[in-house]
């Protein structure tokens, strides 16, 4: 298991993790990553390089330019974070085909889809989840994973405040993470579906919280 496995894994089992999470990222919630077309374009570029090179300047300099590092003054850990804030507008945009109306349904398919839409670019989402495990890229790491479940929240059209929006946010960064390195492992389909479902269901007994996530039998 990889550092940043270790570490959502140890800090996000409970309401607090999330807080803990969120102080690392920008002492509060994680901001909104504001699209930018050039930075966008360039990233989405260099996905096919980065199975080979990884996620570096070598690569984004190949793909978009010999002046596109300048796009990205965070260095490669910035590449990665605005590559996942690609992954979840699209996921978002998804929101609109969905036409179940139950919130835990909603979600179910909404973490579903980003794995789907994520799954020609495995290898990279690999590589970038490696180069946040790093020590000094922590912060980007935490950032990513906090943006990706409020996303996910937002786009199910749930309208929490308070302790259960934190709860709720803190769970489902449990059950993502978790979802996500086994979809790593074994792909999508019918066994990562299963293994999703299993996940919520362990949180189903944790007050409104659980009974809102139950997955549907």
Same mark, same amino acid.
């Not at 270790?6 to 919630?29: D, Q, T």
């Not at 966008?40 to 570096?56: F, K, S, Y």
């Given at each position: 298991?990889? &550092? ?19 102080g690392i990222a920008n002492n509060g919630f ?17 996905? +096919? ?10 690569? *984004? %300099? ?15 850990? #910035? ?24 919130? =835990? ?9 980003? $794995?789907?839409?994520? #799954? ?6 690999? %590589?970038?989840? =490696? *180069?946040? =495990? ?11 994973? $906090? &943006? ?41 389909? +019918?066994?990562? #579906?299963?293994?999703?479902? &299993? &996940?919520?269901? #362990? ?7 659980? %009974?809102? *996530?139950?997955?549907?039998?």
């Amino acid at each position: 298991m990889t &550092r940043l496995a270790r570490m959502l894994m140890s800090a996000l089992p409970v309401a607090g993790g999330l807080s803990a999470l969120a102080g690392i990222a920008n002492n509060g919630f994680a901001p909104s990553l504001e699209p930018d077309p050039a930075r966008d374009d360039a990233i989405r570029a260099m996905l +096919p390089l980065v199975p080979e090179l990884g996620w570096t300047v070598r690569a *984004l %300099r190949q793909a978009a330019g010999p002046d596109a590092d300048l796009l990205f003054p965070g260095g490669p850990a #910035e590449m990665v974070e605005t590559h996942s804030a690609i992954a979840d507008a699209a996921m978002a945009a998804s929101a609109e085909l969905i036409e179940e109306t139950r919130l =835990s349904r909603r979600v179910r398919a909404l973490l579903l889809a980003r $794995l789907d839409q994520a #799954e020609p670019d495995r290898e990279a989402v690999r %590589r970038g989840l =490696s *180069l946040l =495990s790093l020590p000094g890229n922590r912060p980007a790491a935490a950032r990513s994973l $906090l &943006r990706t479940v409020d996303t996910v929240w937002q786009a199910a059209g749930d309208t929490a405040t308070g302790f259960s929006w934190y709860s709720k946010r803190a769970l489902l960064a449990g059950v993502y993470s978790a979802t996500l390195l086994y979809w790593l492992r074994r792909g999508g389909g +019918p066994d990562t #579906e299963a293994f999703l479902d &299993r &996940r919520l269901a #362990e949180v189903a007994g944790i007050g409104s919280l659980g %009974r809102r *996530l139950r997955p549907a039998g």
